[in-house]
């Protein structure tokens, strides 16, 4: 039984929601527009051609739903088909573009239009003005002369339904597991594959970083062997007539190291040594500088004080002990 039929965009129908209910038999209308939409709108649920030119003017698709409160006789043709049904209802769509692409969906899954003619034999009966085109159908005829057979027939025909279940289901499981077998094996060749290929390859930890620097490393090769010439030679001149100083030929060694110091890591870590060692000249030239500075130019009478109170505290440790800590204990 329909329960409802909902209509947007289709024809004259902006939007309609018609809800159906037992003992309906006549629709009626004063033009025939609106009830043609109804009807078309249930054909195309039913699987009917559809045409782009019935989308409403100005809109880009058309959409029409139906809802069926299905018979127990209706839920097993129906379920044959593949098609699940929960508590007896059935929810049928089916939408068109304006480009004329149509999309149907079954309790929510999108199957093909000509599944909805397959279940639309068990939802709808159609009468036209001169036939049943209901009797058209195989199935329809194959129905008629089940029922004609009479109870003699009926608990043959249950049997064979539930024989005829169980193997669509066994043959539904059988397409499962012969899917996922063919995926399983593909994936263990992909496997296997990577596997060789790693195998060959043979990467190391860090050789990536390694090659990446050692590429730098000769591509500027000449750059570098000129570099580190000019700061071994500012390092280990023997001659300094020219007035250099340590801290100056160290500060130019850097600065030739420097220069290209980003083409090789190695050549950075000893323009960084340098610039340590530099450091450290600074501060001990400032500190021999501080120190000179600090010298007593009076330096013969500042010795004689020091020789007398060193002959003094001498004189106190023979005295009182052999050690100036225990002469301070004492």
């Known amino acids: 039984m329909i329960e409802q039929i909902r209509i947007r965009d289709l024809g004259v129908i902006s939007e309609a929601t018609l809800d159906l209910g037992p003992g309906l038999t006549v629709l009626t209308g004063e033009t025939g527009a609106g009830k043609t939409m109804v009807l078309n709108a249930l054909g195309l649920l039913l699987g009917a051609r559809s045409d782009a030119s019935a989308i409403r003017k100005g809109q880009e ?23 699940e049904i929960e508590d007896g209802e059935l929810l049928v769509s089916r939408s068109i573009s304006s480009e004329g692409r149509s999309k149907a969906t079954v309790s929510g899954r999108s199957v093909p239009v000509g599944v909805l003619a397959e279940i639309g034999e068990h939802l709808v009966v159609v009468h036209g003005q001169s036939d049943q085109i209901r009797l058209k159908s195989a199935a329809a005829q194959r129905e008629a002369l089940d029922q004609f057979a009479g109870s003699a027939l009926a608990k043959l025909l249950a049997e064979y339904d539930e024989i005829y279940s169980a193997w669509k289901m066994a043959a539904n499981r059988l397409a499962v597991l012969s899917t996922e077998s063919s995926t399983r094996a593909r994936e263990a060749d992909e496997i296997r594959a990577a596997v060789e290929e790693l195998t060959k390859l043979d990467p190391k ?21 000129i570099a580190a010439a000019n700061a071994h030679e500012e390092l280990s001149s023997e001659s300094f007539d020219d007035g250099r100083d340590a801290i100056t030929s160290i500060g130019k060694a850097r600065r030739a190291l420097e220069q290209v110091s980003n083409h090789d890591p190695e050549l950075e870590k000893l323009a960084e040594q340098l610039k340590e060692i530099g450091f450290s000249l600074n501060e001990t030239a400032a500190s021999i500088s501080s120190y ?16 007398s109170r060193r002959a003094e505290l001498t004189a106190a440790m023979r005295k009182y002990g052999p050690s100036l800590d225990e002469v301070i204990a004492y």
């Not at 739903?65 to 299905?70: D, I």
């Not at 000179?292 to 020789?307: K, M, N, P, R, T």
């Open 292 to 307: 000179i500075a600090g010298l007593d130019s009076d330096g013969a009478a500042q010795l004689e004080s020091v020789q």
């Open 61 to 83: 698709q058309a959409f029409v739903e139906g809802s069926w409160l299905l018979s127990k006789q209706a839920q097993d043709r129906i379920t044959e088909s593949g098609i």
């Open 205 to 225: 930890p860090g050789e990536d970083q390694e090659l990446s620097e050692l590429a730098e490393k000769l591509t500027h090769l000449e750059e570098l062997r």
